[in-house]
């Protein structure tokens, strides 16, 4: 099998099953103080997009 | 992605910057307690192919659910794959136990990116030790020196990389005044900066493409989600790591652990909410990587599907690269 991005298929159910019950951020802030989640680390953003995906050398 | 979700994607990664903060002491006694050994050894950078051409297929291998349930490491060891084999840490002692070896792909890597000492257990193991000397490791500036320390013991060969944090505050950044002190007794020459996308899976794949140049970049382990069956603790707990206990009949609980469907294995899977934001963010690189890079996910499962991704069986990756080679 292979396949690339959604295709045609009677078997098609949707990505999210619980389509109207989005996180919301005061949800998501409060679940990450609570558990003490700290993840591995940040993502970078930047103005400089294309620096998002990497810099050759720093 | 519709604008709202955008939004809430940059509103968490807030969120996740500000407690990574929290640790911004940690990142700081690391460093300098590594730099002499930075110093000494070698960039990430030496480990890019001088012929392009070769080799230019890698399989990238986390530690999600799928790996154990599909026998993938088995399938692997038995494969006749010619290309990198790219080990997060935490799968590394697993997948040597399951005959994934230097020995067998002798263009083997393990990658660190955290600060955190607990760390040390994934190269603190006898089978380490034994293949140590035939792997190279990628480690961050900011991996705590006693994780460092156990992999070198162990022969590991060490290749260091900077994790992009705040570069764009500019000269008064951790990123620019830690690359100056580098350079100072570097002739000048700086270290590559990775994205991380929060986690070290996602570290995988850009290394793969960005510091060792593969076109073909196989994922498996990646499931950036938990399977339907697996155990509601372990989901809620990331698998042990948090201290939470969260009603499965809460309604929060319905968005914080929302269930998927991957319509290419026709599958379900569960998100928490750190596996939703690292979800997201390695989608939305896939999609804004060099279109050289071809992204295979033989995961057979889990939440990365979509533009610029190929879904695939692991085994007919494997016969395909078999045909090729």
């Known amino acids: 099998m292979k396949t690339n991005f959604r295709k045609e298929d009677k078997d098609y159910k949707p990505e999210e099953t619980n389509e109207n019950k989005k996180l919301t951020k005061e949800e998501f802030e409060e679940f990450m103080i609570q558990s003490g989640a700290k993840g591995s680390f940040m993502i970078y953003r930047s103005d400089k997009k294309d620096d998002e995906l990497g810099v050759e050398e720093l | ?325």
């Open chain 2, 1 to 325: 992605m519709i604008e709202k979700e955008i939004m809430l994607q940059n509103q968490m990664e807030q969120i996740v910057e500000k407690q990574h903060y929290v640790n911004y002491d940690e990142w700081i006694k690391n460093f300098s307690l590594n730099l002499e050994k930075i110093w000494e050894e070698p960039s990430a950078r030496a480990l890019e192919p001088s012929d392009t051409k070769t080799n230019d297929s890698a399989i990238v291998i986390g530690r999600g659910p799928s790996l154990k349930k599909n026998k993938h490491l088995e399938l692997l060891a038995d494969s006749s794959f010619k290309g990198k084999i790219i080990c997060s840490d935490g799968i590394l002692i697993k997948a040597l136990q399951a005959g994934v070896t230097p020995d067998r792909f002798p263009d083997f890597y393990v990658i660190t990116i955290d600060y955190a000492p607990t760390y040390r257990k994934f190269y603190h193991d006898p089978i380490i030790d034994s293949y140590g000397s035939k792997i190279k490791g990628i480690f961050s500036t900011i991996v705590d020196p006693e994780v460092v320390s156990r992999a070198r013991d162990a022969g590991i060969s060490i290749h260091w990389v900077h994790l992009l944090a705040d570069l764009h505050l500019g000269i008064k950044s951790f990123n620019y005044i830690t690359s100056k002190i580098i350079r100072a007794k570097k002739n000048n020459i700086g270290l590559p900066a990775i994205q991380s996308g929060g986690n070290v899976g996602t570290s995988a794949w850009f290394i793969a493409w960005m510091i060792l140049k593969c076109k073909n970049i196989c994922l498996i382990g990646i499931n950036h989600g938990w399977d339907e069956d697996d155990d509601w603790k372990k989901i809620v707990t990331h698998n042990g790591d948090l201290p939470i206990d969260i009603d499965k009949n809460n309604p929060v609980a319905k968005k914080l652990f929302p269930k998927i469907y991957n319509p290419h294995f026709k599958n379900y899977c569960y998100l928490d909410p750190m596996f939703s934001l690292y979800s997201m963010c390695l989608k939305e690189f896939i999609i804004r990587s060099p279109e050289w890079v071809e992204t295979v996910n033989c995961t057979e499962g889990g939440s990365i599907f979509g533009e610029r991704i190929t879904s695939e069986y692991f085994i007919d990756f494997l016969n395909e690269k078999d045909r090729k080679q």
